[in-house]
T-cell receptor
Framework: GQNIDQPTEMTATEGAIVQINCTYQTSGFNGLFWYQQHAGEAPTFLSYNVLDGLEEKGRFSSFLSRSKGYSYLLLKELQMKDSASYLCAAMDSNYQLIWGAGTKLIIKP | TAGITQAPTSQILAAGRSMTLRCTQDMRHNAMYWYRQDLGLGLRLIHYSNTAGTTGKGEVPDGYSVSRANTDDFPLTLASAVPSQTSVYFC?????????????FGPGTRLTVL
């Protein structure tokens, strides 16, 4: 079957660094997405990895290991506005996204 | 640019009634999707369309139907609503053929079936 696992909730302190992990099992693989979703709003795109390695984009970085079926999203210099849910999604062989349930990130001052 | 619009923003519907959720995009994307999002669960694909004139079933298609008469519009119809269809519904689009797989989401429709 197809499955995405990520922690339900994480707490971090403003100014710190947090890493959100995601493991996936899909029928075929065409890349791994991370989206941010603030409460009551639509998901918005953060990153897309299809090759192994780390992609950095400002305060956010995303890592992929295809052999391990593993990805993480790294958020640096946390700000209060980073409080949101972070959704991991893997693209299968039909180019459909399989979504995790999301990780709710709580930032404390 | 508006991107993707959805209507209505929210709706309370009596069980057994029918309803159409509207979705329009102005990005000329080929692919469009309908998802539902329930607490504790990931986004689940209901139906999709890779191009105008074609549609396909997703993970949870029962009780829903879609049509794709043109590139811009992708309405979702509930023929006879049931309480288990209470959810937040998101429409999304992407320009898949170009190799850009990023999906853009509408603001969502919050539906309550009583």
């Amino acid at each position: 079957g197809q499955n995405i696992d990520q922690p339900t909730e994480m707490t971090a302190t403003e100014g710190a660094i947090v890493q959100i992990n995601c493991t996936y099992q899909t029928s075929g693989f065409n890349g791994l997405f991370w989206y941010q979703q603030h409460a009551g709003e639509a998901p918005t795109f953060l990153s897309y990895n299809v090759l192994d390695g780390l992609e950095e984009k400002g305060r956010f970085s995303s890592f992929l290991s295809r052999s391990k079926g593993y990805s993480y999203l790294l958020l640096k210099e946390l700000q209060m506005k980073d409080s949101a849910s972070y959704l991991c999604a893997a693209m299968d062989s039909n180019y459909q996204l399989i979504w995790g349930a999301g990780t709710k990130l709580i930032i404390k001052p | 640019t508006a991107g993707i619009t959805q209507a209505p923003t929210s709706q309370i519907l009596a069980a057994g009634r029918s309803m159409t959720l509207r979705c329009t995009q102005d990005m000329r994307h080929n692919a469009m999707y309908w998802y539902r999002q329930d607490l504790g669960l990931g986004l689940r694909l209901i139906h999709y369309s890779n191009t105008a004139g074609t549609t396909g079933k997703g993970e949870v298609p029962d009780g829903y139907s879609v049509s794709r008469a043109n590139t811009d519009d992708f309405p979702l119809t509930l023929a006879s609503a049931v309480p288990s269809q209470t959810s937040v519904y998101f429409c999304a689009s992407s320009e898949v053929p170009s190799g850009n797989y990023e999906q853009f989401f509408g603001p969502g429709t919050r539906l309550t079936v009583l």
